[in-house]
Every structure is written in C-alpha cells, then in structure tokens.
C-alpha cells in the first residue's frame, strides 16, 4: 500500500501498479437473415434491450449457427455475441460452399437438348442441357457456388424431367409401342 500511495496507482495481482479496469459482460443476441442475404452478404439492424441498435454486417457465405463478436458493443464494454440463424430457400441447398438445385426440364428439351434459364445467387444464367439427358443428370456451374475467403464453390443443377401437362395423343401413342405389357 505504501508502493501503492507513492507511485499513484493500485498494486496488482501480479506484482504491477496502475489501475485495472474490469471488462464487462458479454451480451448473447440472434438474427435471422435469408439464404441469399447469408450467401452473398448483407447489413443487420438488431435492437439491444437497453433499447440501443447496432448495426451489424453479414458476411457473405456465413452459415447457420455462426456466432460474430462485435467488441466493446455488450454490457459495459463487454462483447455482443450475435448467433446468425438462415432461413431455408425455396429452390436452392447449400453443402459446403456449393449449391445444389433441382431444375425441373420438358420432356422435349431433355430429347432434343437446347438451353434452360437456371437461376443462382448472383441471377438466371442460360444453361446448356445435352440432347438425350436422363432425368437426374446433374450439371455443374463452376464457380456459381458460395464465395467465402477467396474461395468460391460451385451450383451443382439435378435435372429433373416433367412431362407435358396435357395429355399428347401422339407421345401415348409412341410410348405405348415401346412398353411391353407383362400379365
């Protein structure tokens, strides 16, 4: 204590002198951004209890179950821990840093092949499909996938085929004489 009046400041536990300041608590907090929002990136407001705000930056190919540390940002002075929850696409998957989708195709296409307009994170792209492809070929878009530091995954596209919604007397017809009926 003496060590302590002549130099101004507190001893320490480990034999120093100066004053500790004493860090506070962490604050545990969620947000929920959509599959696109998480693959690409994006900004978050997310209100505090205190009745605060922080803004909050997504970074692209985050993933569900992620938690980002903002410093300084929790109870006096501690660190908000914010957990990041993605909601499910519609058509896309994500494994990894690829990104799988089922791209349903008429019966004709698949026969006669052409293109298809696929849709990725980053737009519809024309896709070439293969005269004579079998329903779940799949068909690789490099580079279309997740990009998480400096690595981009690809879209991984099944094909799926579907017939015509109207019933064509001349396919049944067709069909018809390559089926054999086994009683």
Known sequence: DL???????????????GSRRSRGEDMKLAVTVDFLDAAKGAKRRVGLPDGRHLDVTIPAGVESGQVLRLKGQGIAGGDALVEVQVSPHAGFRREGLDIHLDQGIPLALAIAGGK??????????????????????????KGRGINKGGHRGDQLVRLEIELPAAKDPALASWAKGKVETKV
């Open 3 to 17: 060590l302590s009046d002549l130099f101004g400041g507190a001893t320490r536990a480990g034999g120093g002198t």
């Open 116 to 141: 298809v307009t696929v849709p990725t994170i980053d737009g519809n792209v024309a896709v070439t499909v293969p005269a004579w492809t079998s329903s779940g070929k799949t068909l690789r878009l």
